[in-house]
């Protein structure tokens, strides 16, 4: 039988609540709260911080405080991924982010999902679905990305966007629901 965690990673439904899963969270919090809390000119602490909370993070990747996420091992990046103040990244699957891709304030990224019927919900399990950002992407500030989606090379997420599905390479899109604006010029 398969464990929790084998099931989250999985896409499975699973108890959130499972020992080993609420370990693991409080490990990340507890390096995420000293992340959060290290002063701006300490760049040692923070490249060491990142390397054990964040392991799957590429080279010239780079975090402004206040940073949060659920496990950190299931972000995964390229080079050159800047995420800015404020951004929130539920990486209850993994979360494949493409090189060059920089992340405006505010941004929340969410891979887990709830039952949407209050009998089942109330059971707390979740479900979690993949993200995947492609290389060259920008994410304007205060969009929120849903479960399983994935936005193509090139692509600009417009700021306040709620991104529902897929959007394809080399388009500006934006709105809630977010959709195609106009291909990215130039």
């Not at 290389?135 to 304007?140: N, S």
Request: net charge neutral.
């Amino acid at each position: 039988m398969p464990t929790e965690k084998e099931k989250m990673l999985s896409g499975q439904w699973y108890n959130p609540l499972d020992q080993e899963l609420s370990s693991e969270r409080l490990a990340a919090r507890r390096l995420q709260h000293q992340f959060n809390q290290s002063l701006p000119d300490d760049e040692a602490q923070r490249r060491a911080l990142l390397q054990q909370w964040l392991p799957n993070t590429g080279k010239h990747f780079y975090v402004e405080p206040p940073f949060y996420c659920d496990y950190g091992y299931n972000i995964k990046t390229g080079s050159k991924v800047f995420f800015n103040f404020n951004c929130v990244v539920l990486d209850v699957a993994p979360v494949f982010i493409g090189n060059n891709v920089f992340f405006g304030p505010a941004v929340q990224i969410y891979t887990v999902n709830h039952p949407l019927e209050a009998k089942a919900r109330n059971s707390l399990v979740e479900q979690a679905k993949p993200i995947t950002i492609a290389d060259d992407v920008w994410i304007g500030g205060g969009a929120v990305l849903l479960p399983g989606i994935t936005i193509g090379k090139g692509s600009v997420i417009a700021a306040g966007s709620v991104v529902t599905r897929d959007i394809p390479a080399g388009v500006v899109a934006g709105g809630n629901p977010c959709r195609i604006i106009k291909p990215v010029s130039g």
